[in-house]
């Protein structure tokens, strides 16, 4: 595939974007493909590049001297991430990793810098996805702390299928019960068991390697 085409189906911002803007973009961008389990981004490195997620499904973690992780998003394709870094000029906080294999964009800091003194529209949409993900950030908080594991894989599901941070997903998710054990931070023994739960209430339909969500309200409103 073409890289205009990738960037057509993973990066909703790229269609906004003059015939010029979308030249220079596909001009520096960069693509490399990373096997599961590899560092993408390593935490405390200085931000260099816009991460887009083409194929594939990544986590965003952080961890301590004493090796406990904690995982604070997933990230599936059509996904950006690391704005905040760039816009900030500072170092990563947190770690990259990709939990399957996946195909991962770099947009330097430059041309990133060089669409917001260049575009309004691109403006706009930076803007949405900050918001979404404050919002996103701010529930996660509330549901690790407050719900029962039912719940929180609902909401960890519905998260992955957040139509502003990753627009164009259709209601398949490529993603194994153990890549959904990692991001709600449960067992897969658990995950397992709060799947066929969140099953038998009809929101979802579990598949092999796969998930296929029926009622994205109600994953997000289970368990309040």
Not at 184 to 203: F, G, M, V, W
């Given at each position: 595939?073409?890289?205009?085409?990738?960037?057509?189906?993973?990066?909703?911002?790229?269609?906004?974007?003059?015939?010029?803007?979308?030249?220079?973009?596909?001009?520096?961008?960069?693509?490399?493909?990373?096997?599961?389990?590899?560092?993408?981004?390593?935490?405390?490195?200085?931000?260099?590049?816009?991460?887009?997620?083409?194929?594939?499904?990544?986590?965003?973690?952080?961890?301590?001297?004493?090796?406990?992780?904690?995982?604070?998003?997933?990230?599936?394709?059509?996904?950006?991430?690391?704005?905040?870094?760039?816009?900030?000029?500072?170092?990563?906080?947190?770690?990259?990793?990709?939990?399957?294999?996946?195909?991962?964009?770099?947009?330097?800091?430059?041309?990133?810098?060089?669409?917001?003194?260049?575009?309004?529209?691109?403006?706009?949409?930076?803007?949405?996805?900050?918001?979404?993900?404050?919002?996103?950030?701010?529930?996660?908080?509330?549901?690790?702390?407050?719900?029962?594991?039912d719940a929180r894989v609902a909401r960890c599901l519905a998260e992955l299928f957040n139509?502003?941070?990753?627009?164009?997903?259709?209601?398949?998710?490529?993603?194994?019960?153990?890549?959904?054990?990692?991001?709600?931070?449960?067992?897969?023994?658990?995950?397992?068991?709060?799947?066929?739960?969140?099953?038998?209430?009809?929101?979802?339909?579990?598949?092999?390697?796969?998930?296929?969500?029926?009622?994205l309200a109600g994953l997000r409103q289970y368990g309040k």
């Open positions: 595939m073409l890289l205009k085409d990738s960037l057509q189906d993973a990066a909703a911002w790229f269609g906004l974007l003059s015939a010029e803007q979308q030249a220079r973009v596909q001009r520096d961008i960069s693509v490399a493909q990373y096997p599961a389990g590899a560092m993408i981004e390593r935490k405390g490195e200085k931000a260099y590049a816009w991460i887009g997620v083409l194929a594939g499904l990544v986590k965003v973690s952080v961890g301590n001297q004493d090796g406990k992780m904690a995982s604070l998003t997933g990230v599936p394709a059509g996904g950006w991430i690391g704005e905040g870094s760039l816009l900030k000029c500072e170092a990563r906080k947190y770690d990259v990793v990709a939990l399957r294999d996946s195909t991962i964009a770099r947009l330097p800091e430059s041309t990133f810098n060089w669409l917001l003194d260049s575009s309004i529209p691109f403006n706009r949409y930076l803007l949405h996805q900050l918001n979404e993900r404050v919002g996103q950030f701010i529930g996660k908080a509330e549901y690790d702390r407050l719900l029962a594991p139509p502003l941070l990753y627009p164009g997903k259709g209601m398949r998710l490529d993603i194994t019960q153990e890549e959904i054990g990692y991001l709600a931070r449960i067992s897969r023994q658990r995950t397992n068991q709060a799947l066929r739960t969140l099953e038998a209430a009809r929101l979802l339909k579990v598949e092999y390697g796969a998930v296929q969500v029926l009622d």
